[in-house]
Each structure stands twice: as structure tokens, then as C-alpha cells.
């Protein structure tokens, strides 16, 4: 086992046996930082020959939610324009500054080309339904209506966006608008727009309003929004996602999906298909991953006493995506951070294969029960 101890002063920790039982093996707890479990030849050669997705995009992120692992990656990393993509910040924003009834008034800002939902100057909307347009039809006028009406300016919602990055630990991200037409310093990245789907899921309003096909507005005037994501009704567990397009980002494509209780979401940013390429990328996951419960809800890891009294550290319940073709031993590595704490996380336990690092999450304190 490895330990980290900041500000802990003497402290005594006793390692109890995991409970925990995964179909392919004993989980193993490492020794040292340098401690290696190696690849079997069986498992080296099914890893050999899987085939990963086919896809066009120049940049691809496939995240499994739970443990915010990167089940595939192409060149995840790179600061590129995002689109229309950007759109859900703004919505994730929106709701934090904004009530759904709120009524907003379209100023003579709107009229942002090309793709608006038909705003007229003085024209008021809920908010809720501003979302919708904004996030099926991607609507232009809807971000700018939007933006202005809770922030007073389009400038002072894109720092309240940024804000808002900086709190998911956004760090290849910023963003100069709130629709996403290309702009100079306006930019993301795929790793950090599937977390950005992430979150918007996380939100039960946002949640449905892109899970939604067809919303009306009954109007005067009437407006009818239709949710522009290709793969919404045509493929398994697919329950949200944001198109995006700008001649600098090429075609991009949000998706998420959820199928046996599982949540992944593929982002496919400058791609020739960009609907084919996330269907490979989901049915990549789902056909290639296998979830498994590592860790039971509330297990007790360690024992350890801090000023004389016995503390317990513990986990939530770990869900693990693990390659079909691996089929290796799963490792755990506990990095106690801050031991001095009478509650609330105190390090992290770290999940690992022998090819890599498959998720971590919090340690907590507490007491025995």
C-alpha cells in the first residue's frame, strides 16, 4: 500500500482486508509506488488483437462518467473551437444565474447568424423555454437573449462561464461567447466538452430538455424546437447530446448514453461523420468494457487513530470499467492527503490494472460503526 500523510502527525494505520469480490480475480493492494502485476500472455494477446473504433474526427473523447476515466482518447487534449458545443456551458450557466419561469427580453443583439430560432427585439420568453431553443435548435438569438437578460452583457456571462469552468477543473478551456461562433481565445478541448456533458446531465431540467425531440412553444408567437442530435431515438441508451458547427471547429457531436445503468458520453470534434463516429465510440465502449462493483457501498478500508481516537476510512461504491480484454487483477493504491480531518474526504483510493490508472475516488473519514 501506498500512503501519502500531509499534516497528519503520528498515526497509526492498520490495513483490513478488502471486501470485495470482482469475476476475474482478487483485487490486489500494492505494496509500493513501483509495484507491478504484469500481463499474462492470454490477455496481452486479446488487448493485441481488439481493434479500437474507426472514426474521422481529429479529436475524440470517450468517458465513462462514473469514474471519469477516458475509455478512448484522440487527441483529447488539443485547444480547438468547440462550436455550438459551448452552448451547453451556457445553459449549465444559466441555470445557476436564473430561475426556469424567469421571463427574458430579446434586445437588438439577437440577430446572430446563422442558426437563430427567430427572436424579435423586445420579445419575451421564459427561460426555460430559451433553453430549449437553445439547446435542440441551437439557436444563436436564444444564447445572446439569454446571456444579456441574466448577466446584463454577453461579456459578463462568458466570465461567469469561465468561472464556471474553473469549478469543474476545466484547464484547456475559455470561452469568449455564449453561442460559439468562432472567436479569437474562444476554445475547449474533447476531454474537457465530455465533461462538460457530464455535468449538463447532472442537471434534471437540462437533463430532459435534451432528451427531448419535439418541444412547442404555444406562443403568440408559436415556436416548435426540434432536437437536432442524430443518434436521439436511434440508438440504445442514447439520451442527450449537442450538434455544434463553425467553419474553424468542422462538424462536432455530444453524445451520452446509459445502458445498464452505465453512463459514457463520446465527443467527436472536425469529423467527416460526426453521428457514425459517436455510435463507434459508444458501441466501442459498451462492447469492449465490462462494469464491475470493485468496491461495495461503505466499505471499511482502513483503521487508523488520530489523538486517540479510532477513525475508519471508507469509500462510496466504486463502479470500474474494465476492458473485456484485459481481464487482469484489479489494484488499489490508498493516498492519504489530509488525515487530520474529522470528516469528509481524507485522500483518495486509486484503481488500477496493470495498464493503467482506471479511476479514483474519494477516501472518507469517519467513525466506527
Not at 439569454?146 to 469552468?165: C, T, Y
Not at 462536432?252 to 457514425?276: F, I, W
Request: contains cysteine.
Amino acid at each position: 500500500m501506498s500512503t501519502r500523510l500531509g499534516r497528519c502527525g503520528a498515526l497509526l494505520l492498520s490495513l483490513l482486508s478488502l471486501v470485495a469480490s470482482v469475476g476475474f480475480g482478487p483485487p490486489q493492494w500494492l505494496e509500493r509506488d513501483g509495484a507491478d502485476v504484469g500481463v499474462g500472455p492470454a490477455a496481452a494477446r486479446a488487448a493485441q488483437a481488439t481493434r479500437p473504433p474507426v472514426i474521422t474526427a481529429r479529436n475524440a473523447a470517450l468517458l465513462d462518467v462514473a469514474s471519469g476515466r477516458l475509455l478512448y482518447a484522440r487527441a483529447a487534449d488539443e485547444q480547438v473551437a468547440p462550436a455550438s458545443l459551448t452552448k451547453m456551458m451556457t445553459a449549465l450557466v444559466a441555470l445557476e444565474l436564473g430561475q426556469p419561469e424567469q421571463r427574458i427580453t430579446a434586445s437588438s443583439h439577437v440577430y446572430v447568424e446563422p442558426v437563430v430560432i427567430g427572436l424579435d427585439a423586445g420579445e419575451t420568453m421564459r427561460l426555460e423555454d430559451l433553453l430549449y431553443g437553445l439547446l435542440l435548435t441551437s439557436g444563436n438569438d436564444a444564447a445572446v437573449a439569454i446571456a444579456e437578460g441574466l448577466a446584463g452583457s454577453v461579456s459578463r456571462f462568458a466570465a461567469a462561464m469561465n468561472r464556471k469552468a474553473a469549478e469543474l477543473g476545466l484547464h484547456n478551456t475559455h470561452f469568449q461567447n455564449p453561442h460559439g461562433l468562432d472567436e479569437p481565445g474562444h476554445y475547449s478541448t474533447a476531454r474537457d466538452v465530455a465533461r462538460i456533458t457530464a455535468a449538463l446531465m447532472q442537471q434534471p431540467l437540462l437533463a430532459r430538455i435534451v432528451g427531448t425531440r419535439v418541444h412547442t412553444v404555444p406562443g403568440p408567437p408559436l415556436y416548435q424546437f426540434r432536437n437536432s442530435n442524430p443518434l436521439l431515438g436511434t440508438v440504445a441508451g442514447v439520451d442527450g447530446g449537442k450538434t455544434g458547427f463553425t467553419d474553424l471547429a468542422g462538424r462536432c457531436l455530444a453524445v451520452t448514453a446509459e445502458r445498464g445503468g452505465h453512463r459514457v458520453v463520446a465527443v467527436v470534434l472536425h469529423s467527416q461523420n460526426p453521428a457514425q463516429d459517436a455510435q463507434a465510440l459508444l458501441e466501442f465502449a459498451y462492447g469492449s468494457f465490462e462494469w464491475t462493483t470493485a468496491v461495495p457501498s461503505r466499505s471499511r478500508l482502513l483503521d487508523y487513530q488520530r489523538e486517540r481516537e479510532r477513525r475508519q476510512a471508507r469509500v462510496e461504491e466504486v463502479a470500474i470499467a474494465v476492458p473485456l480484454w484485459e481481464r487482469a487483477q484489479l489494484r488499489f493504491r490508498v493516498l492519504i492527503e489530509d488525515a487530520t480531518r474529522a470528516d469528509g474526504p481524507l485522500g483518495r483510493l486509486r484503481v488500477e490494472s496493470p495498464l493503467g490508472i482506471l479511476g479514483e475516488f474519494p477516501l472518507l473519514a469517519g467513525t466506527p460503526r
